[in-house]
């Protein structure tokens, strides 16, 4: 499974990375899933997460590359979606902000006995995605304000007055939808990776 995993991902990644839109939003874009992809491969011997996120990390990670290629205002398929004036594919981005990030702390909440009990472990899982959400925020708006017109691509507003709220929000709809439908199946694979 490694393997595949990591061929899909660099492939992607090269993929991404060939004359992208704009370089400066290829690289802002795809930093998270390169540091991401490096993380897992130092922890994957000493603390291998589930099949399930694994897959999901993946996922999220093309979804940022895809972005970075295109730059999220601009990706194919994704203009005027369900009536809208606008490009929405930074809405899944967002999207993904919390479902994978809501599996990824459970299960190490989980697995490192940090939480007992499963309302304070939703409660805390939820606050964390939306605290990175809101710090995702911040971060576009830093480097909006340091590079100058260059981050118009990165930050993909693309003239909507409430884009930041919105993308809280589809990162707190990711959030639930994860915890509410993959729990159960999330339980079983984190036993089995428990039990070794």
């Known amino acids: 499974m490694k393997y595949i995993w990591t061929v899909i991902f660099l ?7 060939i004359n992208p839109k ?12 390169i ?8 922890t994957y011997n000493s603390f291998r997460l589930t099949p399930i996120l694994y897959g999901f ?12 290629h295109y730059t999220y205002a601009e990706v194919p398929f994704f203009d005027g979606l369900f009536g809208s004036e606008r490009n929405n594919y930074d809405k899944v981005g967002h999207f993904f902000q919390g479902f994978v990030p809501a599996l990824l702390t459970r299960e190490l ?18 606050s964390i995605c939306l605290g990175f959400s809101a710090f995702y925020e911040l971060l ?4 909006a304000l340091a590079s100058g017109e260059d981050a118009e691509a990165f930050l993909g507003t693309q003239g ?12 707190l709809l990711g959030a639930i939808i994860a915890l509410v439908t993959l729990s159960w199946v999330h339980d079983k694979q984190i ?3 428990a039990n070794g």
């Open 11 to 17: 492939a992607v990644l090269v993929w991404s990375g």
């Open 22 to 33: 704009d370089q400066f939003t290829w690289f802002l874009e795809v930093s998270p899933a």
């Open 35 to 42: 540091f991401g992809g490096i993380l897992m491969a130092f």
């Open 57 to 68: 990390i993946l996922l999220h990670c093309i979804v940022l590359m895809i972005g970075g």
């Open 109 to 126: 909440l989980i697995r490192k006995n940090v939480v007992n009990g499963n309302a304070w472990r939703i409660f805390i899982v939820i």
């Open 140 to 143: 576009e708006w830093w480097v």
């Open 160 to 171: 909507y007055v409430w884009d930041t709220q919105s993308d809280m929000w589809l990162c």
């Open 191 to 193: 036993e089995k990776v």
